[in-house]
């Protein structure tokens, strides 16, 4: 299993951003998937997530400026960021399970990380 994302950028806060992330070696639709980012001297947190059962979640830093969403047929997730603070500024990894994980949990499986730069 892979996971390639990309999208990170330097975006002034108020901006918008749309992280993606490839999957390959598994079939995306029976997983659960999320987006995570750290930021510098922090732990890694989750932003977003799409559970086994199918259900959404955010925290509440997010909840309303971000969005998790999947293509089926292309085997990719997204993160759309709107109002972007600069607080979001953080490495942005995406992550996937193979197995049933209890909502709010990580998969074993994580992408290379994207950084994301919000500039106030």
């Known amino acids: 299993v892979q996971l390639q994302a990309c999208g990170g950028s330097l975006v002034q806060a108020g901006g918008s951003l749309r992280l993606s992330c490839a999957v390959s070696g598994t079939i995306l639709s029976v997983n659960a998937v999320g987006w995570y980012r750290q930021a510098p001297g922090k732990q890694r947190e989750m932003v977003a997530s799409?559970?086994?059962?199918?259900?959404?979640m955010y925290p509440d830093s997010v909840k309303g400026r971000f969005t998790i969403f999947r293509d089926n047929a292309r085997n990719a997730v997204y993160l759309q960021m709107n109002s972007l603070k600069p607080e979001d500024t953080a490495i942005y990894y995406c992550?996937?399970?193979?197995?049933?994980?209890?909502?709010?949990?990580?998969?074993?499986?994580w992408g290379q990380g994207t950084l994301v730069t919000v500039s106030s």
């Open positions: 992550n996937i399970a193979l197995d049933r994980i209890p909502a709010g949990t990580a998969g074993p499986y």
């Open positions: 799409i559970t086994s059962g199918g259900g959404l």
